[in-house]
């Protein structure tokens, strides 16, 4: 396995601080005949060209009702839709993320976002540490409630109680990345003097994203337990609005909103070709970060020739250094 640096506290603390450029794996698909090894090629080709982050997404089963994902009552978003069917191809995210610790060097490795909730905390604290350390330190924890109830009800979970469920995993999960001799009681789980290692490589444990709109609950969550925020639905229509008003609500929560990292999205553009026009795209850059956006995720559609992508993605980065630093 090839294993990246181990960054010092020192060297997290800076770089955290400088925009950061970051990009999805396409990890899900309804092509059952896809070529996953061309994916992971394809983060590889990330690595090299200076990308500081990739996530990965998550599901691990499907209902019958894709419609429900534009539902904002059910943690959906307005307009939104499904990216593939019922029967659509998802890799699961840390082992998706862990072939690629073994085939990159640099690159941070995320989810945006894992349905933390579905796994058994404890299992998924030794998953993530685990990860941790084989990548050297390179691992964001991304996570959010979903929208989908039929998948916390095939895990015999309740979808009306998923807020607190994720709180309950982010506690366990805390709880034994940070302390040597753990204990917890809460109603859903209680232990005594638990010990697991190893420990995450990162000082405090895995750094964690919360996805969800502004609103009171994942305030607390974020001043509880984030290191960054994950914009969603209504946030990116006004988001230097939302990032003020959320480190409003993480600063009443006892959170540290100064150091709050907060993901963007830039706004592709396209010429008349439908190839992306990197010049123009970047436009969209300087007003995310004013608004106090530190990770800039482009959606954007990468050439399959890995020559070709290497060469789009090199010219994207160094455009995006060009105008953030």
Same mark, same amino acid.
């Given at each position: 396995?090839?294993?990246?640096?181990?960054h010092c506290?020192?060297?997290?603390?800076?770089?955290?601080?400088?925009?950061?450029?970051?990009?999805?794996?396409?990890?899900f698909?309804?092509?059952?005949?896809?070529?996953? +090894?061309?994916?992971?090629?394809?983060?590889?080709?990330?690595d090299?060209?200076? %990308?500081?982050?990739?996530?990965v997404s998550d599901?691990?089963?499907?209902?019958?009702?894709? /419609?429900?994902?534009?539902?904002?009552?059910?943690g959906?978003?307005?307009?939104?839709?499904?990216?593939?069917?019922?029967d659509?191809?998802?890799?699961e995210?840390?082992?998706?993320?862990?072939?690629?610790?073994?085939?990159? +060097?640099?690159?941070?490795?995320?989810?945006?976002?894992?349905?933390?909730?579905?796994?058994?905390?404890?299992?998924l604290a030794?998953?993530?540490?685990?990860?941790?350390?084989?990548?050297?330190?390179? %691992?964001?924890?991304?996570?959010?409630?979903?929208w989908?109830?039929?998948?916390?009800?095939?895990?015999?979970?309740?979808?009306?109680?998923r807020?607190?469920?994720?709180d309950?995993?982010?506690?366990?999960?805390?709880?034994?990345?940070?302390?040597?001799?753990s204990?917890?009681?809460?109603?859903?789980?209680?232990?005594? +003097?638990?010990?697991?290692?190893?420990?995450? %490589?990162?000082p405090?444990?895995?750094?964690?994203?919360?996805?969800?709109t502004? +609103?009171?609950?994942?305030?607390r969550r974020?001043?509880?337990? &984030?290191r960054?925020?994950?914009?969603?639905?209504?946030?990116?229509?006004d988001?230097?609005?939302?990032?003020?008003?959320?480190?409003?609500?993480?600063?009443d929560? &006892?959170?540290?909103?100064?150091?709050?990292e907060?993901?963007?999205?830039?706004t592709?553009?396209?010429?008349p /070709?439908?190839? %992306?026009?990197?010049?123009?795209?970047?436009?969209?850059?300087?007003?995310?970060?004013?608004?106090?956006?530190t990770?800039?995720?482009f959606?954007?559609?990468?050439p399959?020739?890995?020559?070709?992508?290497a060469?789009?993605?090199?010219d994207?980065?160094?455009?995006?250094?060009?105008?953030?630093?």
């Amino acid at each position: 396995m090839t294993v990246g640096p181990i960054h010092c506290r020192k060297e997290q603390m800076t770089a955290h601080r400088i925009p950061q450029i970051s990009l999805q794996l396409r990890t899900f698909t309804d092509d059952p005949a896809h070529d996953w +090894n061309s994916t992971l090629a394809l983060g590889q080709v990330m690595d090299a060209a200076g %990308v500081d982050r990739v996530v990965v997404s998550d599901h691990v089963v499907f209902g019958e009702n894709p /419609d429900a994902y534009a539902d904002p009552s059910r943690g959906g978003i307005a307009g939104g839709r499904q990216p593939t069917s019922p029967d659509g191809q998802w890799l699961e995210p840390l082992i998706t993320l862990t072939a690629l610790a073994a085939t990159t +060097n640099r690159i941070r490795l995320g989810t945006a976002i894992l349905l933390a909730a579905l796994r058994r905390p404890v299992v998924l604290a030794k998953q993530l540490s685990t990860l941790d350390v084989l990548s050297g330190g390179r %691992v964001d924890l991304g996570v959010g409630v979903g929208w989908q109830q039929e998948e916390y009800e095939a895990a015999g979970l309740s979808f009306a109680a998923r807020g607190r469920l994720l709180d309950h995993s982010l506690e366990v999960c805390t709880s034994l990345w940070t302390e040597s001799r753990s204990s917890y009681r809460s109603t859903e789980l209680s232990f005594e +003097n638990i010990h697991q290692m190893p420990k995450p %490589v990162q000082p405090g444990g895995v750094p964690i994203w919360v996805s969800g709109t502004v +609103n009171k609950a994942v305030a607390r969550r974020l001043a509880r337990f &984030g290191r960054g925020w994950i914009p969603w639905g209504p946030a990116h229509s006004d988001i230097a609005g939302a990032v003020a008003t959320m480190k409003d609500l993480v600063a009443d929560g &006892g959170g540290d909103a100064e150091g709050l990292e907060v993901q963007g999205h830039a706004t592709t553009v396209k010429r008349p /070709d439908r190839s %992306v026009d990197i010049e123009a795209t970047m436009e969209s850059v300087g007003p995310l970060l004013a608004a106090g956006v530190t990770d800039v995720r482009f959606t954007v559609s990468v050439p399959r020739d890995p020559a070709h992508a290497a060469d789009f993605l090199k010219d994207l980065v160094g455009a995006f250094h060009e105008v953030s630093r």
